[in-house]
């Protein structure tokens, strides 16, 4: 099993940035796809990005929301996920999630392939 803790949300007014941390315990987290997800109270979680594990090496995926703005990296030394968030627009409002998927599967952008989660970090952007 792995463990997952995120850290570093916070307020930030609209076109700021932030750096989102995702720290893995129990397991190395280059054994899993990462993903980042997103929600607010009464919706759906919604997928942000992922990093992905293929035969040849990392690949990274956006939702259209926050591609150009947003970028999803690993670093397997620290055993952690990043999420830096730049140019952000209170749209971006919401509890962001970290999960890990040691399948590493095609349908990154469904939650339902992620076997571990979070607690989430909570973002707030002001106009």
């Known amino acids: 099993q792995v463990q997952l803790v995120e850290s570093g949300g916070g307020s930030v007014q609209a076109g700021g940035s932030l750096r989102l941390s995702c720290v893995a315990s129990g397991r190395p987290l280059r054994q899993y796809s990462m993903g980042w997800f997103r929600q607010i109270p009464g919706k759906e979680r919604e997928f942000v990005a992922a990093i992905r594990r293929t035969w040849s090496g990392d690949s990274s995926y956006y939702t259209d929301d926050v591609t150009g703005r947003f970028t999803i990296s690993r670093d397997n030394g620290k055993n952690t996920v990043y999420l830096q968030m730049s140019s952000v627009k209170p749209e971006d409002t919401a509890v962001y999630y970290c999960?890990?998927?040691?399948?590493?599967?095609?349908?990154?952008?469904?939650?339902?392939?992620?076997?571990?989660w979070g607690q989430g970090t909570q973002v707030t952007v002001s106009s």
């Open positions: 999960a890990a998927d040691g399948y590493h599967s095609a349908s990154y952008s469904s939650p339902r392939v992620y076997d571990y």
